[in-house]
């Protein structure tokens, strides 16, 4: 199992590498444009499954493959952090939105510990390997900062 990070981005790579987790960056060429006149998070979701979806095709089954879109939506307009700051944007407006990339990152992390105590962490201590608690709590330490 790979875990993949369907993103160009360079914080999301950064993120990841704080979470102390191994991954490999695969893009895929896409279209993400957004449309105006639907739902942001509609068209949010959508880019981002599309990512996942066109990565998905070279990666194995087991594989777990994160991908992310970001967008801020300021008077009813989609704008991206990059474009934000690009423009010169307002700070508070561009913090809120990398303060939203952290928060779901942050709930992906949960998930991915509690799979990883649930399966790796068990199967070890079941087998015997009594140092996967220590393992663990190394795990917790580095991304518990």
Same mark, same amino acid.
Request: hydrophobic share 40%.
């Given at each position: 199992?790979?875990?993949?990070?369907?993103?160009?981005s360079?914080?999301?790579?950064?993120?990841?590498?704080?979470?102390?987790?191994?991954?490999?960056?695969?893009?895929?060429?896409?279209?993400?444009?957004?449309d105006?006149?639907?739902?942001?998070?509609?068209?949010?979701?959508?880019v981002?499954?599309?990512k996942?979806?066109?990565?998905? #095709?070279?990666?194995?089954?087991?594989?777990?493959?994160?991908?992310?879109?970001?967008?801020?939506?300021?008077?009813?307009?989609?704008?991206?952090?990059?474009?934000?700051?690009?423009e010169?944007?307002?700070?508070?407006?561009?913090?809120?939105?990398?303060?939203?990339?952290?928060a779901?990152?942050?709930?992906?992390?949960?998930?991915?510990?509690?799979?990883?105590?649930?399966? %790796?962490?068990?199967?070890?201590?079941?087998?015997?390997?009594?140092?996967?608690?220590?393992?663990? %709590?190394?795990?917790?330490? #580095?991304t518990?900062?």
């Amino acid at each position: 199992m790979s875990i993949i990070l369907a993103s160009k981005s360079p914080r999301r790579q950064e993120l990841l590498k704080l979470l102390g987790l191994e991954f490999t960056v695969h893009t895929a060429d896409i279209d993400e444009h957004m449309d105006p006149s639907l739902p942001p998070e509609q068209e949010v979701a959508r880019v981002s499954a599309e990512k996942a979806r066109a990565v998905a #095709k070279d990666c194995a089954e087991e594989d777990i493959i994160i991908s992310a879109d970001t967008i801020v939506v300021i008077d009813g307009q989609i704008l991206g952090i990059k474009k934000m700051i690009e423009e010169n944007r307002y700070c508070p407006d561009v913090l809120m939105q990398v303060s939203a990339v952290q928060a779901s990152l942050n709930s992906f992390n949960k998930e991915l510990l509690a799979t990883h105590i649930k399966t %790796c962490v068990v199967d070890d201590i079941r087998e015997g390997k009594e140092e996967a608690v220590d393992e663990l %709590c190394e795990l917790l330490k #580095k991304t518990m900062k």
